[in-house]
């Protein structure tokens, strides 16, 4: 399918056409002469666009032979076109509307008289025009993105803006409406959250007495939509109610049935039992009657064996180790009746106890007396004294004591010594074991004896001076 676009430029609504006669054309090969048609100036109308259906293909050199387009010369054929003088006669023309009804536009000229086949037409070139100022209208910008809602949660508002793009001007309207637009908005739903409507009443007790229970309830008031808070506590409430007893009567079960006969003959006895249902309280009735009854059976005369009741327990050991003996004994239950066995084996019974030997104690004679220290002095003596073992210990008796002591003698030291440290500790001027023998300070060590009328006498270490009747005495001490 062929697309044509068309693009006309018209300047005013009525557009005077000039009438254009062609020569006419014989059947023959015709020639049409070069014809200039008159330029004609259109509004420039923006046609939409137009889809035209595809034409059928024409073969034009069949239709029309020898014709080219869009030049189209002509031969001159003189034998057939009259002559006759050529008019040459110039074209008429005028300018044209203003393209615009106010402001700058543009006028076009336009032909009013086609000039002769000879002739000239020069148009001058379009030019402007001015229709005087345009009213503008006043008209309003885009409008700005909406603001935020006032409300974070239910109903808030929010607004937008928007300003002037123009404002009017040259009798032009103006701008109706608002510069600021307002609307409800909705970010969420508010949570709400859960309300517990009022309690019920109390139910009836489920018993008159005895304790039992009754209940209330409540439903929820408002639920909480939009992830409120839930309700808290339960929809139901229980309490005890009616907790005093109620009379119970006492009530016997029914008789078990008879247990065996406790002899097979002799005459014995049976047993049955019963036991309570339930027991009375609270003011209700006791039971009457017992809980056993007893019956009298098999009384026919049987032959009865001697019987031996248990042996009693073992009785204490006469002896605590070293084999004793204990007894034990028994007597006789039932004696023999109806032709029965006489009881065989005897009424008591010992036996060998505490065979484990008996802890025997050392014993010792006593103290010998002590025996005289040796005349000896300046030396450490003792004097002891001993004992002999009579029994020795056995079976983790006690072990024996020591069978011998000691003593100290007596230290004998002279000429004052001290006695310490278990020896003779002799004074100055004394020496020995016993502190008896003299040492002569006069030999050694010598005494420092210096002066007039000084001289040493070996008299317990004492260096004599005899001057003017005045005697000094002066001690050396080792």
Known sequence: MSVYRYRIRIRRPRIRLPKIKLPRIPKPKIHLPNIQLPHIELPNIQLPHIELPELPHIDLPQLLPNIELPDIQLPEFPSLIPSKPCDSSPCQWEWGYCSQACGEGVQYPYVIVAEGPCGSCNLPEEQTCDQGCCPVDC????????GSCSASCGVGLQNRTRGYNHTSSCGGSACY?????WKRCLVKRCPIDCVWGHWSPWDQCDVSCGGGTRTRRRDIAVKNPFEGAMCQGSANETQSCNDICCPVDCKWREFGNWSECTKTCGGGTQLRERSFERFGSCGGAVCSGEATEERLCNDLCCPTDCAWTPWTA???????CGNGTQERSRTISEETTCGGADCQGPSVENRVCNINCCPVDCAVTNWSEWSSCPPTCGVLTFSKRNREVITPSACEGQNCPALEELKPCELICFNSANTSNSACECLPGWTGDCCDTDIDECIEPAPVCTGLNMACENTMGVC??????IRRIFKTFK
């Not at 008209?139 to 909406?146: D, I, L, Q, R």
């Not at 073992?314 to 605590?320: A, E, I, K, Q, R």
């Open 177 to 181: 409406g608002y510069s600021v637009a």
């Open 464 to 469: 004599s001076e005899m001057c003017k009747h």
């Open 139 to 146: 008209t309003w910008g885009s409008w700005e993105p909406w």
């Open 314 to 320: 073992w009785g204490n050991c006469d002896l605590t």
